[in-house]
């Protein structure tokens, strides 16, 4: 395979200057850029990925780290993130939870690798990190926009969605709804993101004159396996209630699924309603009603802001995105039929 040294020999320059032809960056004379344009041809020159780092001062590849590289939250995400890398000629590397250690470590191993793979700028989707597991970028750190979470010694890299908001919408649909007795699935309560959406949650009904102290509640693990066993101990329990929160859609398809098999119809003995508004939520069965979180909105001005950071780009970049209801067939009023 011919080298960038082959293509200088035969067009009788110095390397510097069919390397200047080859990146396309500094000054060459018409007359050598035409040499080097003919021996590249003649060679069959193709710079190696590796060359083309060396040669552009980047690599064109940008680094994203997730959690999870499954589900139906992530994947969306991750298409989103390479759809807008690719149009822009980029690539994407991926690095996600493995390996003994607790979430949190994971998570500074995987943006430790992002950093040793010479990625131009990293994406970083986790909520375990603290400010200090910052510090694994090193003194010169590469640029990196955070979705999703917040660090407050990097707040203006930081793109998330309205939580608050979110909960608030859903406490507020199902008491237009006419529900009063409702049975909560939160998930982890380590989770900032979580506990955001269930605290407002918890205070719109209290401010409806419900108690939530009383009411029916339970944590899991944002998993259908975590939806399926809720539901089951919300049956067996005895408690009546005529709606269930999830505060995710995966845990609303579990719940679904369970519900389906104990023979419980849903939205006509019990309403459920989830949290995102993942694409696979309008084909559950039913279909199901879920509070629009606008994971694309926020991810689309991420990778911009990134973009901007690392190439020197103009893209325009917004903060502010719609929290949403979606009404499907899995809600009814309280007491329909």
């Avoid at 998570?107 to 970083?124: H, K, M, P, S, T």
């Avoid at 603290?130 to 640029?143: A, H, M, N, W, Y």
Wanted: charged share 20%.
């Amino acid at each position: 395979m011919a080298t960038i040294k082959d293509v200088a020999r035969l067009a009788g320059v110095g390397l510097g200057t069919a390397s200047r032809v080859v990146s396309g960056k500094g000054s060459v004379s018409p007359a050598t850029l035409v040499k080097v344009r003919a021996a590249i041809d003649q060679l069959g020159f193709r710079p190696s990925h590796a060359a083309r780092t060396l040669l552009s001062g980047n690599s064109k590849m940008v680094g994203v780290y997730i959690p999870v590289l499954s589900g139906t939250f992530y994947t969306p995400i991750l298409q989103i993130i390479d759809n807008e890398l690719r149009a822009a000629g980029l690539h994407m590397v991926v690095a996600f939870g493995a390996g003994l250690g607790g979430a949190r470590q994971q998570a500074i191993e995987g943006l430790a690798f992002l950093v040793e793979r010479g990625c131009d700028g990293l994406i970083l989707m986790t909520n375990v990190l603290q400010e200090e597991d910052l510090s694994v970028l090193g003194p010169r750190p590469k640029p990196m926009v955070v979705l999703n979470h917040y660090f407050d010694s990097i707040s203006g890299q930081c793109f998330t969605v309205d939580h608050k908001l979110g909960g608030k919408i859903a406490a507020r649909t199902l008491l237009d709804h006419g529900h009063r007795e409702i049975a909560l699935v939160s998930g982890p309560a380590s989770l900032p993101d979580n506990v955001a959406r269930v605290a407002a949650f918890k205070v719109e009904l209290t401010a409806a004159g419900i108690d939530t102290g009383t009411m029916w509640a339970v944590e899991k693990d944002f998993s259908p396996a975590g939806g399926w066993s809720a539901a089951k101990e919300l049956v067996e329990s005895g408690r009546r209630c005529t709606a269930m929160f999830c505060a995710n859609d995966e845990m609303a398809a579990g719940a679904l699924s369970y519900f389906q098999e104990a023979g419980i119809r849903v939205p006509h003995e019990i309403s459920v309603i989830g949290y995102d508004d993942t694409p696979s939520a309008e084909f559950f069965a039913p279909r199901l009603s879920t509070v629009h979180m606008p994971w694309r909105e926020m991810t689309q001005n991420g990778v911009s802001d990134l973009l901007n950071r690392c190439y020197d780009l103009q893209r325009p970049v917004t903060r502010n995105y719609p929290v949403t209801m979606t009404l499907r067939a899995s809600l009814a009023r309280a007491g329909q039929v």
